[in-house]
């Protein structure tokens, strides 16, 4: 057969790829968001994820859920009552002591006996340790697709999900969709969707399933609990202003500027992917697509290339301010302002300036205040 003729062959097998829905599939509706929390604290990202589940639920013209698991007490009930505030239309509530702690066995079982029993369409997760860990397990065992680090969640024309996120090394962006499977499943890595304003809402209607498991049937045990004391090292996803240095600092000294600048702003401080890759900065302070991905007031990069790696960890950024000897750097394309200089050259004067500045207005404040007393 020659190429011409198995061209259109091909083609067509790739336009037939969407075929009808399985009539098991058909009842599936409503997009879930699983609310995550440990120890009685909601991750930021749950919230984040009912932004954006709102919209695709509207766009369905179906319910948004909220799926809250944890053990019996008041902090699962906040979350629950949260939950309406971030503007679910019902809760899933599956609360017993025996999910004090994650586990993956107790919150599989417990995830897919409620998707088996109430069936939803769209089912997002967090992309942190716990929801990646968690989704990938309930994804394997209801047999169905999942798009794991989304940056962009959507419906196309027939009501598919359509999920994109960055591949081949972040260097193209593709949308997957799980055509002929339910539910269709996507984490989400936090910041990456905008948080969504909370209102005063009453508790609305609450679902509650009943976990039949005991503590015998889980393999895995807790027996203590040690909190992570560099959990709180960085704090790039939520800092107000982050400042990052990229190959264009030149050297591990260099780097040093761009923490300076940060302390003056009272600022964290991050870096591209190739200062991890040289040992001048620790993989927590990361930003990109296989690091940390921000939403600051303010983003200040020296001496960073911007490429799409990059820029889908920043691009949700209020201001982005490049600085780069090379006026064709991708950075400029989707920087607020640039400034085409050496940045070596450039932050020392800039933090000299933002110290004078800041500490100016804080004379200025103290007089006030005596002035006031």
Known sequence: MSSKSRTPAAAAGRAATKKELPERFRAYRHVWVFIEQERGVVHPVSWELMGAGRRLADQLKVDLAAVVIGPEGAATQQAVAMSFGYSADLVYLVANNILADYRN????????ELVNTHKPEILLLGATTLGRDLAGSVATTLLTGLTADCTGLDVDADGSLAATRPTF???LLCTIYTLNYRPQMATVRPRVMPMP?????PVGRVITHALDLREDDIVTKVLSFLPDRDSAKSNLP???????GGLGIGSPENFQLVRQLATV???????????????????????GQTGKTIRPKLYIAAGISGAIQHRVGVEGADLIVAINTDKNAPIFDFAHMGI??????????????????????????????????
């Not at 304003?197 to 809402?201: D, L, N």
């Open 197 to 201: 304003e909370r209102t005063a809402r």
């Open 340 to 373: 085409v200089d050496d940045a070596i050259r450039l932050l020392p004067p800039l933090t000299a300036a933002f110290r004078a500045r800041l500490m100016s207005e804080s004379r200025g404040r103290s007089k006030a205040a005596g002035a006031s007393s």
């Open 105 to 112: 066995e107790s919150y599989t079982k417990a995830l897919t």
């Open 169 to 171: 090394g972040g260097s």
């Open 265 to 287: 702003l009272k600022a964290e401080y991050g870096c591209s992917r190739p200062l991890v890759q040289k040992g001048w900065a620790t993989a927590d302070r990361q930003i």
């Open 238 to 244: 939520y800092a107000d202003i982050v400042v990052a």
